[in-house]
């Protein structure tokens, strides 16, 4: 059966061109995911092995790759508008590649950032992925596109720490990013033989600049008092969660001596937790007990995992905790669920919009919090000496969101609602 004509160019969508976008996707985290067990100790090693100083550092990098997502996602979206989504596409994926081999050869911790704030803006690309797939497909098989394309997304995040961490430690420190610049430049190289563009030349707009303000759609929150609520509940949340980007990998080295295999398996085994916690148990586990007590029993989840993360003495307890943690995941497409209900049919756009704008903004702020905590708790001058600290942190933001939640929902019955979508929100 042929695949229905795409709504802007009338023609029906090459197949190659699709698998070219899932591809794409699924390179983009893979790259991401391979360097991420082995990103810790490159920089440590520029800090004469110091986990204190190198933490700090670890903040820094994090917080320049956040803050050049934030702006740049809404950039090469409008570029994309106005130029094209070829070109944009497979400028940034030539220009990925390229950084990966400028961070494999990077003599000194500067160079290193540099490589680190280019990444951030050309795995931007995402959001062009996503408008490419809508330029290309039908209403109606719009939702099944998108599914796939998460599903690659997840996928490489699966594969990548895994990979990753064993190049890092059986190969070389740095194997990871030539591994990752040839997915990269491959990609570039397929992309240009196979990717037809996507959006007519008369229906692209006539400026570059025309991207929306990120933080407008935060407005929304403030239309109902139970939205405003959840909103915050949401924040704390997605601050939360950045605990596990932030220092996962030094923590564990530092405390339980893992190295960079064992770091990459760990994140493999929170991806696979996460995803069958998304595929299999979300929907009916809210269809069963509601909304409100998903979201709350969520939470109750996550909380009582970290707690075990800080307070875990051995490496294996913390990997008994990550299915655990997992089922903290049911809370995120609950509490999507509640605020939906509080926006009208016009508005939900706007609404994802804000939501992604509090996970942004989460995602600058966590990474400058947990590893500035995690320095200051094993310095060698601290009075107490907590290596968990950055996990207890989390689980009192966790434990302060419960809270709210419970009061913000507390009109609401606790009697199943109606189902709501099986995959939570990308973190």
Not at 104 to 119: D, H, K, M, Q, Y
Request: net charge positive; charged share 10%.
């Amino acid at each position: 059966m042929s695949s229905p004509a795409s709504p802007l160019t009338g023609k029906a969508p090459s197949r190659s061109a699709f698998t070219f976008i899932l591809v794409m996707v699924g390179f983009d985290f893979l790259s991401f995911g391979i360097i991420a067990p082995i990103f810790p100790d490159l920089i440590r090693s520029f800090e004469g092995g110091n986990f204190s100083r190198a933490s700090v550092m670890i903040g820094y990098f994090g917080l320049a790759w956040a803050t050049m997502q934030f702006i740049f996602s809404p950039i090469l979206g409008a570029w994309s508008d106005h130029f094209g989504r070829r070109p944009v596409i497979l400028i940034s994926c030539f220009g990925l590649g390229i950084d990966y081999i400028l961070m494999a050869l990077s003599p000194s911790l500067r160079w290193l950032f540099l490589g680190r704030v280019i990444s951030g803006i050309t795995t931007s690309n995402v959001s062009t992925a996503f408008a490419y797939v809508t330029d290309t497909t039908v209403p109606e098989n719009r939702a099944k596109a998108f599914g796939m394309i998460s599903a690659a997304f997840g996928l490489g995040f699966v594969i990548g720490p895994v990979v990753g961490g064993i190049l890092g430690h059986y190969v070389h420190l740095r194997a990871p990013f030539w591994a990752a610049a040839a997915l990269s430049l491959i990609n570039a190289l397929y992309g240009f033989f196979v990717l037809p563009e996507s959006l007519p030349k008369e229906r692209r707009a006539k400026s570059a600049w025309h991207m929306a303000n990120p933080l407008g759609s935060l407005n929304l929150f403030r239309s109902h008092p139970e939205l405003s609520g959840l909103a915050v509940v949401v924040t704390l949340y997605y601050l939360a969660h950045q605990s596990l980007m932030s220092v996962w990998a030094i923590y564990s080295e530092y405390r339980y001596a893992w190295n960079s295999r064992d770091v990459g398996i760990s994140l493999g085994v929170v991806g696979v937790s996460a995803a069958l916690v998304s595929g299999t148990l979300v929907g009916p586990y809210v269809k069963k007990f509601g909304e409100r007590f998903s979201l709350v029993s969520g939470l109750v989840y996550g909380t009582i995992g970290f707690l075990c993360f800080a307070l875990a003495s051995r490496g294996w307890v913390v990997l008994a905790t990550i299915p655990f943690v997992a089922l903290w995941g049911i809370a995120a497409p609950a509490i999507q669920s509640l605020m939906s209900k509080h926006v009208d049919h016009f508005s939900q756009g706007k609404l994802q919009g804000g939501i992604n704008s509090l996970r942004a903004l989460t995602g600058m702020a966590g990474p400058i919090l947990y590893t500035q905590i995690f320095s200051a708790a094993i310095a060698p001058g601290a009075k107490y000496h907590i290596p968990g600290a950055p996990y207890f942190v989390a689980a009192l933001l966790l434990s302060g969101s419960l809270l709210l939640a419970v009061h913000v929902t507390r009109n609401r019955a606790l009697p199943a609602a109606s189902p709501i979508a099986t995959s939570a929100p990308a973190d």
